[in-house]
């Protein structure tokens, strides 16, 4: 009987996951079963419901619409003022060129490839124009709109700096940005070139 008993008590320990103690008869002790229960019930009290995470993607999802326009727009300000200071980088350094080099040197916009593409040239001797070395030819995105009011499309340079093509009536270049226009923002950046060989930069609608 005593036998009967120890395993009927043994069966009920492993049922319910609990252990008699090592201390005094009739103390038992929390079994994994009994933790992994109660570790669980505290599991789903910290989670989130699944309203309360499709309520958080809708809110971002709203903020990401409403603020698209601006990052649009702020993108493409970005490219724009960077397309117009790289050609005005260009008209500096090939003054700077004329000037070491003591050589007249140019710059030359060509469109003949569909695009806008432009360069420096340096005469070597008459009327023979090379293209200077160790220079990439750099290119304008079709997504702007660019005019050359430039003699001949190009910028001549003596070695003093000055431009020996210098006109009063073509004398700048423009970048304009279609989709900043339709923004009703300042979507022209023009650069002007001085006969003393000086550029200034300005914005306009």
Known sequence: MEQEKKLRLAAKEKRYGVSRGKGSP????????????????????????LI??????????IMMLVSYPNIKNSLETRGLENEAREVLSTL????????KFKLNHRVNFDNSL?????????????????????RLRKSIPN??????????????????????NYSTT???ISIQSPNIQRQGQPSTRTIVIYA???VQYTKSA
């Open 26 to 49: 009739g103390q038992y002790s929390t079994g994994p079963a009994s933790r992994s229960v109660e570790s669980g019930g505290t599991m789903r009290e910290r989670g989130f419901t």
């Open 170 to 172: 073509q004398h700048d």
């Open 92 to 99: 500096q350094q090939a003054k700077f060129q004329a000037v």
């Open 114 to 134: 569909g695009y806008w593409v432009y360069f420096i040239e340096r005469e070597v001797s008459f009327n023979n124009w090379v293209e200077v070395p160790g």
């Open 143 to 164: 997504r702007f709109t660019v005019t050359i009011n430039l003699p001949g499309q190009v910028l001549i340079i003596s070695p003093l700096g000055f431009v020996l």
């Open 52 to 61: 309360e995470v499709l309520l958080v993607i809708a809110i971002i999802g």
């Open 196 to 198: 003393g060989g000086s």
